[in-house]
């Protein structure tokens, strides 16, 4: 990294573009990478130039600066005192979680599949959105912990090997944000209509019917997030000025102003609506209807679906403790994207130092971690279902052995 770099990084010229190519690895999945940059070029880059590459009178830093990186350990040099702790985390707790994740979450795809057929249609909803949430968690949960063992991020590393896997990268993870909202959304209008409408489940809660919903789901969001193949590119050192030594970028298309104002602008409103605001709302006033039908009509309701799944074979039980679950992963979704738009809003409307955003960060996403890796055992926990489709598999497996 020059000294041109680090001088567009903190004084930018007034024809820049407005949001600097992100060329620190430590901010790349920062919430905040504008405020990153920022703040690390100021915390440690110009304390560490000014200790090495200074002369006795305070001269020629750009003359005395190296062509070359900086120090290997430089970027784990941030003057937090959270700084420590947070390693440790992702040193440690990070690689559970991913354990965690895998064990619970893959015999119960299985299961929710199996029972999107006899139990509820919403099981299909339910396995969708934990195979979603596991490869967000390997993606990012997993990335975080590769790179506290070896200072190295495999998902930047990818992203940079071509312009088109830049593209489809962007445009995948973009689209797992929406598609695990909006999965969410219709687990709790199913979950709604069974409450609030019992006489109507078994004609639109169907596994036919949640499969054209899936499509319907996908289609939207494919169309959503097309704007990642035009707005979106692999910047290639030559192209960035002053960042020629920063090695290829996947970000915001520099060369193309339109682009960058939509990426600037436009899409962080639309994320912010479509992926946090919007679902959340929805996912609210559905959770209210159905826990104060439910505190009414409890036993009524009851009887009544259980009269009505019995005429169609279906496990009126089962379906009750599905109804738990996603009760009970509606609310964590809840807390963890209303975080989540604490954050946003707060990062937005207030002038926090970069310390402090650093902390609420690291809490966002450390509790979306726990959300995805817990989320699965959910199921143990609160369907007995689960539980004994599990214990058969097993004793099954041990009488064969």
Known sequence: MRWKQIQAILYPEPDSPKNPAIVIPACFHSTF??????????????????????????????????EGQVLPNYYNSYPNSFGPIRNNIEKFLYPALLILAVIGSLPCIVILLKFSHSVWSTC?????????????????CGNDWYYALHEKDIFIELQVTSNSICKVSSFLTGFALYMASWTMVASVIELLIMVRFPSRLYQMCTRDRANSVVLLITVLLTFINLHYFWTWALT????????????????????????????????????????????????????????????KRRKQLNDETESLLGKYFMDPSAMFEMQKVTIAIAIWFLLVHSYGIVIDLVSKFTDLPYNVLDVLDFAQHFLRYLFYSLEPWLFFLLSKKVRYVIDTILQNHFLEN
Not at 126 to 138: D, P, R, S, T, Y
Not at 257 to 271: G, K, L, Y
């Open 124 to 140: 299909l909803y339910l396995a969708i959105l934990l195979f979603v949430n596991l490869v967000k968690l390997f993606l990012h």
């Open 236 to 295: 290639m050192p030559e192209d960035m000025m002053e960042f020629k030594d920063a090695g290829p970028v996947c970000h915001t298309n520099k060369l193309d102003q339109t682009s960058e104002d939509f990426n600037d602008n436009i899409a962080p409103v639309i994320n912010f609506l479509l992926v946090k605001l919007i679902p959340c709302i929805i996912v609210c006033v559905c959770l209210i209807i159905v826990i104060i039908t439910n505190y």
């Open 33 to 66: 990478p504008d405020d990153c940059q920022i703040a690390w070029g100021e915390k440690v880059i110009l304390p560490w130039i000014h200790k090495h590459f200074l002369d006795m009178y305070g001269r020629n830093m750009s003359g005395n600066y190296p």
